[in-house]
């Protein structure tokens, strides 16, 4: 028996395998020592003077990382940030997105999916998700337009690609801006073709628990050569960077400090090397896991969307109690007890969480008291999104054992408790 598993309640499989720093090798060490050597772990300038030493655009680290990001998504523009989270803000603030305007989200997700908005002033609607997926439904997204939508903030949930074919037709015929997040979805496909090369913008995250990492960081690609001065003004100050620029129409853009430290991106360079391999080793727990689970009808295993590539952040495992009869969070409490830590639901949708429910976010209820946006009609109440609700109350279990240092045979350590109970279970029906 795998010795990271004594079944009944023994030691658990790694809860949070992030924590020991597999992904981190000697490349990534000596990668940063390069840069420690230098002297130099930040190189960047708020004002825009191409010929300075110091860039608006960063140190050479930096800017070596967007430049293989860009070969490696074929896309022409990249341009780094200190997280996804300010990614996706600053994707906002670069489609010139604000008070009065619409922008149709996942309620299945993290929440800066949605906060994004309301730091501009725009207001998030909530448009349901695929049970199979968990990625944004097509139909719920029409259903939610206005004439005050101006944009889709767009999931590919756990790493299976959305229904793009079907969105872009949409975002088509109603004049939308699209804005992929990619945070869970580094290196999946969708039909031949990388997420986060669809949308006007994409975000990818360099968090300590995704696919890779550079402790904290991101990256948004574009292949609009404005929206990628206006990312760069928005991560790096705003300030006078016209000055000297192309752009001498982009005025009074106010900027942040979204910048990447020349240490992460050193990071972040030896990490995308490494994406194929990783992805390569996560599916191969996934098909196992699937192969395996299938027999038993209380599951619907993930099986991504047909003509795509998931790469699979997480083993997202549906799971229905009328079948086994015993509830979803009982059953994972049993898997918990045999040293297999399971999470129920994923996460709760976000219009019920408190700042939609009493819409306040800033001083005086702005920005839903805005006179801009006090017409708008939000859907911040339960039963706005049903599958989100089943998928959250009733269905979701999140398996994040696929992923290193976890093993084959930790997979096995899964499968031995799952038969256990539901021998069990049905031992016990049997003498009742």
């Known amino acids: 028996m795998n010795e990271k598993l004594a079944i009944n309640g023994g030691k658990p499989i790694r809860t949070k395998p992030w924590l020991e720093n597999i992904t981190i090798g000697e490349e990534e060490k000596k990668a940063v020592s390069k840069v420690m050597d230098s002297g130099h772990l930040s190189l960047f300038e708020g004002s825009y003077k191409p010929k300075a030493p110091f860039s608006f655009w960063g140190g050479p680290t930096v800017q070596e990382l967007e430049k293989k990001w860009c070969k490696y998504y074929g896309m022409k523009y990249a341009v780094s940030v200190n997280s996804a989270t300010s990614g996706l803000y600053a994707a906002i603030g670069a489609l010139d997105i604000g008070y009065g305007d619409e922008v149709i989200v996942?309620?299945?997700?993290?929440?800066?999916?949605?906060?994004?908005?309301?730091?501009?002033?725009?207001?998030?609607?909530?448009?349901?998700?695929?049970?199979?997926?968990?990625?944004?439904?097509?139909?719920?997204?029409?259903?939610?337009?206005?004439?005050?939508?101006?944009?889709?903030?767009?999931?590919?949930?756990f790493g299976i690609p959305a229904d793009m074919d079907a969105i872009l037709e949409i975002a088509k015929k109603?004049?939308?801006?699209?804005?992929?997040?990619?945070?869970?979805?580094?290196?999946?496909?969708?039909?031949?073709?990388?997420?986060?090369?669809?949308?006007?913008?994409?975000?990818?995250?360099?968090?300590?628990?995704?696919?890779?990492?550079?402790g904290e960081g991101g990256v948004c690609l574009t292949n609009d050569e404005e929206l990628r001065f206006r990312l760069g003004m928005i991560r790096n100050h705003g300030e006078v960077a016209v000055v000297g620029s192309d752009y001498t129409n982009i005025s009074n853009l106010l900027g942040y400090n979204y910048r990447m430290t020349e240490l992460h991106a050193a990071v972040g360079i030896e990490q995308l090397k490494k994406l194929d391999e990783f992805n390569k080793k996560r599916l191969e727990y996934?098909?196992?896991?699937?192969?395996?689970?299938?027999?038993?009808?209380?599951f619907i295993t993930p099986e991504g969307r047909a003509g795509c590539h998931s790469t699979y952040y997480v083993y997202p495992l549906r799971y229905l109690d009328d079948k086994l009869g015993i509830k979803r969070d009982e059953?994972?409490?049993?898997?918990?007890?045999?040293?297999?830590i399971l999470y129920p639901g994923y996460a709760r949708p976000i219009y019920l969480q408190p700042c939609y429910q009493k819409k306040i976010v800033f001083k005086n209820g702005y920005p839903f008291s805005a006179p801009e946006n006090k017409k708008i009609k939000t859907n911040y109440y339960k039963g706005a999104c049903p599958n989100v609700e089943k998928l959250y109350y009733e269905q979701?279990?999140?398996?994040?054992?696929?992923?290193?240092?976890?093993?084959?045979?930790?997979m096995d350590s899964i499968l031995k408790a799952v038969e256990k109970i539901v021998t069990n279970v049905y031992e016990v029906e049997l003498h009742t």
């Not at 994972?332 to 297999?340: D, F, L, T």
């Open 106 to 157: 996942s309620p299945y997700t993290m929440s800066a999916c949605a906060s994004c908005a309301l730091v501009y002033g725009a207001i998030p609607i909530f448009a349901d998700v695929e049970l199979e997926t968990s990625c944004l439904q097509p139909e719920s997204i029409e259903e939610k337009i206005t004439p005050r939508t101006k944009a889709i903030v767009l999931v590919h949930q």
């Open 174 to 214: 109603h004049d939308l801006k699209i804005i992929e997040d990619c945070a869970q979805a580094h290196g999946a496909k969708y039909k031949g073709k990388h997420v986060g090369t669809f949308g006007d913008i994409s975000v990818f995250s360099l968090n300590v628990n995704k696919t890779i990492q550079s």
């Open 286 to 298: 996934v098909k196992y896991l699937n192969e395996n689970l299938s027999k038993y009808d209380c």
């Open 331 to 340: 059953f994972i409490k049993m898997m918990n007890a045999e040293g297999i």
């Open 396 to 410: 979701m279990i999140v398996n994040i054992h696929v992923r290193p240092p976890n093993t084959k045979e930790d």
